[in-house]
C-alpha cells in the first residue's frame, strides 16, 4: 500500500496517536486505498473501564471522516483474566455502534462484522432470533 494512500495515511496517524502513551493495543490494515480494518483493540487490563478505547475510537473515527476512508472490523468479545473486565457481544456491538458502525449482529452469534462509513450516525439494530 503506497504511502501516500488515505488508508495508510491514517494508519500512521493512529499508530503515532497510540503511541503516544495509550495503555491499549491498536492493529489496523489497509484493505485499500480508502479502506480499513481493525484487527485489535484492546485496553491493557489495569486499564479497563477508563475511557481509552473510546479516545481511540473517537480519533479514529474523527480521522477516517476527514480522510473519506471506510472502517471496517469484526466485534469479537475476548476473555480477559479478571471476568469484570470482559465484554460480551452486546456490549461490544453497542460500543461500536455508538461510533456509527453497522452490521450483522444475530443473538446466538459469537462475533459481529460491523463496517463505518465516513460520517456515519450511530444506528445499529440487533435482529431478533428466527423462530
Known amino acids: 500500500m503506497a504511502r501516500s494512500t488515505p488508508s495508510a495515511k491514517l494508519i500512521?496517524?493512529?499508530k503515532d496517536y497510540v503511541s503516544g502513551g495509550l495503555p491499549v493495543r491498536l492493529a489496523l490494515e489497509a484493505d485499500s486505498g480508502f479502506e480499513i480494518s481493525i484487527r485489535r483493540l484492546a485496553?491493557?487490563?489495569?486499564?479497563?473501564?477508563?475511557?481509552?478505547?473510546?479516545?481511540?475510537m473517537t480519533e479514529l473515527c474523527r480521522m477516517a471522516d476527514r480522510l473519506d476512508v471506510t472502517?471496517?472490523?469484526e466485534a469479537l468479545p475476548e476473555e480477559q483474566d479478571e471476568p469484570e473486565g470482559e465484554l460480551d457481544l452486546d456490549a461490544l456491538v453497542a460500543f461500536y455502534a455508538k461510533f456509527g458502525f453497522t452490521g450483522?449482529?444475530?443473538f446466538g452469534d459469537e462475533s459481529a462484522w460491523m463496517s463505518r462509513e465516513p460520517n456515519a450516525?450511530?444506528?445499529l439494530q440487533r435482529q431478533a432470533p428466527n423462530h
Open 121 to 123: 450516525r450511530p444506528s
Open 104 to 106: 450483522e449482529a444475530t
Open 43 to 56: 485496553t491493557f487490563p489495569d486499564h479497563l473501564r477508563q475511557g481509552y478505547a473510546t479516545e481511540v
Open 12 to 14: 500512521t496517524h493512529m
Open 71 to 73: 472502517i471496517g472490523l
